[in-house]
């Protein structure tokens, strides 16, 4: 057990009921303060180094069936705690994690109605936790119309904001003042999933906001579990956001059974933009692993019959049948239409390259029946999981990747029938044991079925839990598409180990500023499955039908497997380009995918971002940094590394004339010795980057 108890201290005091109290950070930077108003309404403010930083904020809820949760309080008791732990996750950013935070529980009662509620509050160094415990009492469910949670900004702060949207975060990110926020509305690009956008000033969490050079914050929520997807409401003529739940297919918000506790809401501080990138309080909040054996949960290199779908003009289905029917459709008589990847020759020819490179896993998606009409969905059977296309051979294939050292990847596309998944599911994953896949990566485009639910209502997060809960009793790993965004459950169910949920590499073109902010925002809940990896940036010269591009330079796809923290990486290009350019290859060849120690050394958001990271199971670091669609010069200090020792550099970086829109593959690589006195100048082109491994002598 690594685990290691620093200090541990439970000071439980029942205090006089109070209309006011404080509850401060172990380093006093941060405070919070409880008070009731006059109508006995709960409400919050929170400190930054001596200065107001959130403003009065409402606490509180509305139910349907039940009065007196959101004012008529009184404080009837409260009991403060203190915490100061170490624990080390399966996988992760970091061996081992600090927990150190004080503790404060406002016990509220109504006496008018009768009504208990006590809402926790937690002030760590990187921000607060706070959250809503329905104690036992009269009522057993509760119906919620409205959650009254409040974040009051202290003014016309800048934001990094996607729209509020019940069912996709595939969007590129805005940079805009808070009252910018409803004008810049519909300039919003997205992707191509359903959407149902709420207000023209409601945004998602993770929130990134800057309140002035040394203000930096963020607004999120830990542990999701039984409860809808927080976004935001911003009445921007005072810059407060309103928490706003999403509904249900009957239009509440939740349906709660007590003793019940809400996720947290939580708000990240720090004076520097990394500190909002090294904050671990998200998973903190998150409950520890409840899993005993975690021995079967390993990170995950792989490569994939994908890229040539999403971007070389192949297919996953297998015919072109019309009107197409899968209960009754006789793929034996089919006519194939050529296009169709996941065939057993193109499969082993994924294999051979994963085996030769040292890759775990090669991901197969189009392997089942039903691609012809996976977005016909209104009737309900699209996809059964468990039946292969008839030139994809199931066995042989597991066979041969098994004697060459590799697996293949399960892939569950759901296309948001969430019944029929639940239906398959059991089968499905029997069918993996057998086989003996132990990963799977499930997706959920278009609309969620039954008809009126959303991505992020209640039972939907209940499904994507319920998935990731019974595929750990198989020993499977999960990397779910479209699902809700992540929150840091991956402390407690590890074999959670991706999430897309964000705007990733198969949208082609998208800013070259996007990566840069992606780690202040969705990857603060957990990975993601970005996909990186795009050698060959002219789509067109594999694929005539595809004028997209990718703009991103080779140096600056190196980078993000440094940049964007995940335990799975895939090579998202296909096997010929990455043979084409072997000697940047080898980057992705060498990168580990989990770490002992990650140090954030620079970044501003939507601008560029540094990190450097140590190899959990060497002595060797890995340095990566990427740009926006500005160049920028970087002198790379390497004081990190240990005093004394001599390392082998070798340094991925864009050459002169690279740019993400031309002269994509222009890098240049070099070696060298290094020792933590050096520092190196860095040249990072337009939507470039740099990639540098560090050996240990
Ligand atoms: C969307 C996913 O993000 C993508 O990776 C996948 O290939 C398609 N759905 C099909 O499942
Ligand atoms: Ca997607």
Do not use: C
């Not at 904001?161 to 808070?178: K, M």
């Not at 010269?541 to 004028?547: A, L």
């Not at 989990?594 to 340095?623: C, F, M, N, Q, T």
Request: proline share 5%; no cysteine.
């Amino acid at each position: 057990m690594k685990n290691r108890l620093l200090i541990m201290t439970a000071i439980l005091s029942a205090l006089p009921a109070l209309a006011a109290d404080r509850v401060a950070s172990p380093d006093g930077k941060i405070s919070l303060d409880f008070s009731l108003t006059a109508d006995g309404a709960p409400q919050y403010t929170v400190d930054y180094r001596g200065e107001e930083l959130v403003k009065a904020s409402a606490l509180g809820f509305e139910m349907k069936d039940a009065r007196g949760f959101d004012s008529g309080f009184t404080v009837e008791s409260i009991t403060r705690a203190s915490s100061d732990t170490m624990w080390a996750p399966v996988w992760g950013e970091n061996d081992s994690i600090r927990d150190n935070y004080n503790a404060m529980t406002v016990q509220l009662v109504n006496r008018r109605y009768g009504t208990h509620l006590n809402v926790e509050f937690r002030a760590y160094d990187d921000g607060i936790g706070l959250r809503y415990v329905f104690p036992k009492q009269k009522k057993k469910r509760l119906t919620v119309t409205d959650e009254l949670t409040e974040f009051a900004m202290p003014g016309d702060i800048t934001a990094w904001w996607i729209p509020g949207d019940y069912d996709t975060q595939e969007y590129e990110y805005i940079r805009s003042s808070l009252s910018g926020i409803r004008r810049h509305a519909d300039d919003a690009h997205m992707g191509n999933v359903s959407s149902s956008m709420f207000s023209p000033t409601g945004v998602q969490t993770s929130l990134m906001l800057k309140a002035n050079d040394s203000t930096y914050l963020n607004i999120h929520e830990a542990a999701l579990v039984d409860f809808p997807v927080m976004h935001l409401n911003l009445d921007d003529t005072d810059f407060v956001f309103r928490s706003w739940l999403t509904p249900g297919r009957d239009g509440d918000k939740a349906h709660i059974k007590l003793p019940f506790s809400t996720p947290w809401r939580v708000i990240m501080i720090g004076d520097r933009a990394t500190d909002i990138l090294a904050s671990n309080l998200v998973l903190n909040l998150n409950e520890p692993t409840k899993y005993t054996d975690t021995s079967w949960i390993k990170p995950v290199k792989y490569i994939g019959v994908w890229w040539e779908m999403i971007a070389g003009g192949k297919q996953w289905s297998y015919t072109d049948a019309e009107n197409f029917d899968l209960a009754t459709f006789d793929y034996s008589k089919a006519k194939p239409h050529g296009r169709h990847s996941a065939n057993t020759d193109n499969v082993k020819r994924y294999i051979d390259f994963a085996a030769a490179n040292g890759f775990d896993q090669v991901l197969v998606e189009g392997w089942n029946v039903g691609w012809e009409d996976w977005l016909g969905k209104e009737k309900d059977y699209v996809f059964d999981f468990v039946t292969p296309y008839p030139d994809f051979d199931l066995k042989g294939l597991n066979d041969y990747a098994r004697s060459k050292g590799v697996r293949l990847m399960m892939h569950h596309e759901s296309s948001g029938s969430i019944p029929n998944y639940e239906r398959w599911m059991d089968r499905a994953y029997d069918l993996m044991d057998r086989y003996g896949y132990n990963a799977v990566k499930s997706g959920y485009v278009g609309n969620i079925l039954p008809k009126g639910e959303n991505h992020y209502s209640q039972n939907s997060v209940n499904h994507y839990l319920r998935a990731v809960q019974k595929a750990a009793d198989h020993h499977i790993m999960v990397n779910a598409h479209e699902a809700a965004r992540p929150t840091g459950l991956s402390r407690t169910y590890p074999n959670l180990i991706g999430n897309e949920s964000a705007m990733g590499t198969e949208y082609q073109n998208m800013s070259p500023g996007h990566v840069t902010i992606l780690p202040f925002t969705r990857l603060k809940g957990g990975p993601m499955d970005f996909t990186p990896g795009i050698f060959e940036a002219d789509l067109s010269k594999y694929n005539p039908g595809n004028h997209e591009h990718k703009r991103a330079t080779v140096a600056n796809q190196l980078a993000l497997y440094v940049t964007m923290y995940s335990p799975l990486q895939m090579a998202a290009d296909l096997p010929e380009h990455y043979e084409a350019k072997a000697d940047a290859f080898q980057f992705i060849k060498d990168v580990p995918v989990d770490w002992k120690r990650s140090i954030y050394l620079d970044a501003e958001p939507g601008e560029y971002l540094v990190v450097a990271r140590e190899d959990k199971h060497s002595d060797d670091w890995y340095v990566g940094g990427v740009t926006n669609a500005d160049a920028r010069n970087y002198d790379l200090r390497l004081d990190f590394l240990e005093p004394g020792a001599t390392y082998r550099a070798r340094l991925y970086m864009d050459g002169p004339t690279a740019h993400y829109d031309r002269n994509q593959d222009k890098y240049i690589i070099t070696e060298f010795d290094v020792t933590s006195a050096d520092t190196l100048p860095i040249h990072m082109a337009p939507g470039g980057g740099f990639a540098l491994s560090l050996d240990k002598l």
